[in-house]
């Protein structure tokens, strides 16, 4: 008899199901986190019958896949976004939200999503990681940039800022507590700065040798930051079916609701993956300032629609273009990608 389990997973705890092929739970109980061998050791015994694993895939989910894939359970990743609610109960609870998600693995309409290998996992991350500390330089230096146009007049650049000492910032007419905020700013940012190159070197060292990295990079307007993004968040290519599937996961599809020529909503516009819709439009902005056969296009679609409506449509030509790209490991060519 083949046998389906589901896991309700928590921060402290988890709940694991079991569903026979008639639909009825064989068992279920509340396991702690720690130690990790608890949950293997409450399925073990349903080890050989067991078709798959389903795990939500919730913030703290890299754990407990790892410890079931060693322990030699097949784990599914859920794609909650994705599962199907049931309606008609009055009560849900941890047990049901398991039992629900075994049962659709059990009708085989269970919505999974990419487990990506560990190692490559942890160096995604660790570019993630990168954007963040990213972030927050801009979000200091637009302190910085803010403090002195509101006290003093002046506009600095970014670059200005970052070179400003503290004996220029001694010699502005402003107030010493004023000065004193601007140059903790400055040293937060030249801190986050030498971060950020570390983590550069860190990526780029094992980036390098990589194939797809090397391929993603003839692509126009990508260079080292989004070629790494892109590699590593789209993982093995060939999970997805065609270019559209591939464009639509980085976001570059329409998700507008028509009907008889009529708007009528938005479909899940955050459906795929954000840092990928990030490395298509700022590879879109590079390619359009330096790749004249992509900036000729862009202006012929700007004189016909907006030039937001123009931007993402280089982003998804750049798109559907990597994916081609990274599936035929061939070189970008600009004339016929844009022709």
């Known amino acids: ?32 986190n720690r130690p990790a061998s608890a949950i293997v050791d409450a399925l073990a015994p349903y080890r050989d019958q067991l078709v798959g694993v ?47 998600l075994a049962d659709l693995m059990r009708m085989n309409r269970l919505p999974t999503a990419y487990i990506c290998p560990e190692k490559d996992r942890a160096l995604r991350d ?11 330089r801009t979000c200091q230096l637009l302190s910085a940039h803010n403090l002195i146009a509101r006290d003093i007049g002046d ?50 060292a094992q980036m390098r040798p990589r194939e797809d990295f090397r391929w993603i990079k003839t692509v126009s307007g990508i260079g080292d930051v989004l070629g790494l993004t892109i590699a590593l968040e789209c993982g093995d290519i060939t999970r997805f079916r065609s270019a559209g599937h591939f464009a639509s996961y980085a976001r570059m599809v329409d998700a507008t609701r028509i009907s008889n020529g009529k708007k009528k909503g938005s479909g899940n516009a955050k459906c795929g993956n954000r840092y990928l819709a990030w490395a298509f439009m700022e590879a879109a902005h590079h390619a359009i300032t330096h790749d004249p056969v992509i900036r000729r296009w862009y202006q012929r679609k700007c004189a016909k629609s907006h030039k937001v409506i123009a931007m993402k449509a280089v982003a998804h030509k750049l798109a559907r273009a990597s994916f081609h790209v990274l599936t ?9 990608a844009f022709s």
């Not at 030498?194 to 780029?204: D, G, K, P, V, Y």
């Open 54 to 100: 389903a795990v939500e895939s919730t913030p703290n989910w890299y754990w407990l896949e790892r410890t079931l894939r060693e322990a030699d359970f097949k784990v599914e990743l859920v794609n909650t976004a994705a599962v199907e609610q049931y309606g008609g109960k009055k009560h849900c609870d941890d047990f049901s939200d398991a039992e629900h």
């Open 1 to 32: 008899m083949q046998l389906y389990a589901a896991i309700d997973l928590h921060s402290s705890n988890c709940v694991p199901v079991v569903m026979d092929e008639q639909g009825k739970r064989v068992f279920s109980k509340r396991v702690p």
């Open 155 to 204: 506009h600095v650049t970014g670059n200005a800022l970052k070179a400003l000492s503290a004996s220029v910032v001694n010699a502005m007419p402003l107030l010493a507590d004023q000065k004193t905020a601007l140059k903790v700013t400055l040293a937060v940012v030249r801190c986050l700065d030498s971060q950020i190159e570390r983590l550069e070197r860190a990526i780029l």
């Open 126 to 136: 660790l570019a993630r990681k990168r954007g963040q500390l990213v972030r927050q």
């Open 328 to 336: 035929h490991k061939e070189e970008f060519d600009a004339h016929r």
